[in-house]
């Protein structure tokens, strides 16, 4: 027994040096690619791959009207901190077949080619239909809400949307010194319980502003196509919601950002001296972390230190204490999730 398990430890060290090895020299060839995915819109395309890290990478693009890469084509060359692409000016009603291929570029000059990806095709038109049944695409709704009737525990997430007049109701302006833009609005109680926030975290120098509070129907519609177009379908289900499935339609949800981290949207903010006082204290205030880290299968999104809720002191005291989300207090789970 004890032979076997000293061959076993020789074979992990003999793998684990050989693995060191092919990190400490530079691979001869690029690995094959692969397309994530590949996104039509009007007279245009999107299209995602995988990233590959190291000096001197780059990749080729190559889009055509025909699966042989015969007609009409079209190669270009994206840097490696890039992962994906939008080409634009195309031809509406056309199919177009992408590969992607990674290729380095030696000292010499030399560039090294690795193997195409297995190439994808879409067919580009003027509207495009996001079908798709899973939580990090556009799921049936179980319910759409029509008008605010003031519960301030309104559930909107990729399930439960607002239908695209859903106006809140006693909605204010929010002053110029709490928000990084002009004409930002949210829902009064909301605003109120916020400033008293405000005030206590600047009592211990603390300071965080509302980069984004209240968004219409069709404003939650720009923001998420420019999510669809710049970072294709898979990050921008993630990223943001579709339009009437965004809570910050509700008037209820804000957004906050820091100078002490540059004032990035990222979850850099959550590490910060603010993004700390504020995981700890906002339940104090009525506010909750709505999308917490590791709850991704609940919520549809992922790990938002910035995104907070109104929900009224008592039910964000429970929630946070708890470490829940609201679908978790409200008994309102996804459709096939299982609770562990
Ligand atoms: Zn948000």
Redesign the pocket.
């Known amino acids: 027994m004890k032979r076997i398990i000293a061959l076993i430890l020789v074979l992990i060290m003999t793998f684990t040096f050989s693995v060191d090895v092919c990190f400490a020299t530079a691979p001869d060839k690029p690995s094959r690619q692969k397309i994530t995915s590949i996104l039509p819109g009007n007279h245009k395309l999107s299209v995602m791959w995988n990233k590959v890290e190291g000096d001197n990478v780059k990749y080729l693009i190559r889009i055509a009207t025909d699966e042989n890469f015969t007609e009409n084509v079209k190669d270009i060359i994206i840097k490696g901190s890039d992962n994906d692409y939008t080409k634009t000016k195309l031809v509406n009603g056309t199919k177009y077949y992408v590969k992607v291929r990674t290729f380095i570029t030696r000292d010499t000059g030399k560039k090294i080619y690795g193997n195409w990806s297995p190439k994808k095709s879409v067919v580009v038109k003027s509207t495009a239909i996001y079908k798709n049944t899973s939580i990090t695409g556009v799921p049936e709704l179980r319910f759409r809400k029509k008008e605010d009737d003031g519960d301030l525990l309104v559930l909107v997430n990729k399930y439960y949307g607002l239908s695209s007049d859903y106006y809140p109701s006693d909605m204010v302006s929010v002053a110029s010194k709490y928000s990084t833009y002009s004409g930002a609005k949210m829902k009064s109680v909301a605003y109120k319980a916020f400033k008293k926030m405000y005030n206590a975290a600047a009592d211990k120098d603390l300071n965080f502003k509302i980069c984004?509070a209240y968004r219409s129907y069709s404003q939650q519609r720009s923001l998420f196509n420019n999510y669809m177009y710049s970072r294709g379908a898979s990050t921008a289900f993630i990223l943001s919601a579709y339009p009437g499935r965004?809570?910050?339609h509700t008037g209820l949800?804000?957004?906050l950002l820091t100078g002490r981290n540059g004032w990035a949207m990222s979850n850099s903010f959550g590490n910060t001296k603010e993004g700390k006082w504020i995981k700890k204290h906002c339940a104090e205030y009525g506010f909750i972390l709505?999308y917490p880290d590791g709850k991704t299968d609940i919520t549809g999104y992922g790990y938002?230190s910035?995104?907070l809720r109104y929900v009224g002191k008592d039910v964000a005291k429970e929630i946070m204490s708890n470490g829940l989300t609201l679908e978790e207090y409200l008994d309102k789970l996804p459709p096939g999730y299982k609770k562990s």
């Open positions: 984004s965004s809570e910050h949800a804000i957004d709505r938002e910035w995104h």
